[in-house]
């Protein structure tokens, strides 16, 4: 929530601070969209393949649902994140389309 508090600010501070709005909602959007976009790509392949990769470990079988939940408790978080960049960023870009010179 704070980060989508500070994406919400960022383009509140463009807006009363800059005088070109529309390329620095555009050029902080193509950046925010950009890593949101791979961030994301990165977790669904870690999600996708590490549960497989776990799955060919020689582990104890009272341990072996351990590394699974760790995985998705480390993932869940840095989804959220990806999913919130690339939301801002496209918000940002959709700013930067409407808004009036």
Not at 60 to 85: H, R, T
């Amino acid at each position: 929530m704070l980060l989508i508090a500070l994406l919400a600010l960022a383009i509140l501070g463009i807006i009363l601070i800059r005088r070109s709005v529309k390329s620095a909602c555009r050029t902080l959007g193509a950046v925010f969209f950009l890593c949101g976009a791979l961030e994301y790509a990165g977790v669904l392949i870690i999600k996708n393949v590490g549960p497989a990769l776990i799955a060919r470990l020689n582990i104890l079988p009272a341990l072996s649902n351990v590394p699974g939940i760790v995985l998705n408790d480390f993932i869940a978080p840095l989804q959220f994140v990806s999913l919130v960049c690339l939301i801002g960023g496209i918000l940002m870009i959709g700013t930067s389309i409407v808004y009036p010179r």
